[in-house]
């Protein structure tokens, strides 16, 4: 049985991939690591998954090193969808998207770097808000970044730490 980790998988996405794996494949063990801030809500979860053998919840922080390490260490993949998003609340208080999207992602990034020798594959999700506005269409990821936002900002760093952990680690992203 293949061990996925979810961080943030009580959000909107995140909570529609965790119930795509569920149903898709069987033999796949969910672990899910969730703040369940303003954006995550465990009703997002089916009872179904929630009481399944297959499934596992966390309460926690990707900024807890020590949580992270030890749910990294048993997985086989890690889907990084955690973040803070919505763009009015970046404007009003950013530092939290500075914590959370960019040292929260160099947190998950360390663990799996540290659990390289068993973790297969590094999926960090993104957002199109990276780019700005589209200057052709369609936009591709070939595509400039321009973040306009806190949001944007956060999130184009924590893309460009994972590129970097890639290119310089050889992280399996």
């Known amino acids: 049985m293949k061990n996925i980790l979810i961080t943030g ?16 494949y069987p033999e796949y063990h969910l672990i899910l690591l969730d703040l369940l801030t303003y954006a995550g809500n465990p009703e997002n979860i089916p009872t179904e998954i929630k009481d399944s053998p297959r499934f596992e919840f966390w309460y926690g922080n990707v900024n807890n090193a020590g949580l992270v390490d030890m749910l990294v260490s048993k997985s086989d993949v890690v889907v990084h969808f955690a973040a803070e998003s919505h763009v009015a609340r970046s404007i009003f208080d950013d530092r939290i998207f500075f914590e959370t999207d960019v040292l929260g992602t160099q947190t998950v990034a360390s663990c799996v770097l540290e659990h390289s020798h068993q973790v297969e594959r590094f999926i960090h999700i993104s957002t199109s808000e ?9 936009m591709t990821e070939d595509h400039p970044l321009n973040p306009m936002t806190p949001y944007a900002s956060a999130k184009a760093g924590a893309d460009r730490l994972v590129y970097s952990y890639w290119a310089t680690y050889d992280l399996p992203a």
């Open 130 to 138: 990276v780019y700005g506005t589209a200057l052709s269409s369609p």
């Open 9 to 24: 998988g009580a959000g909107f996405i995140g909570s529609n991939f965790v119930r795509y794996l569920y149903d898709k």
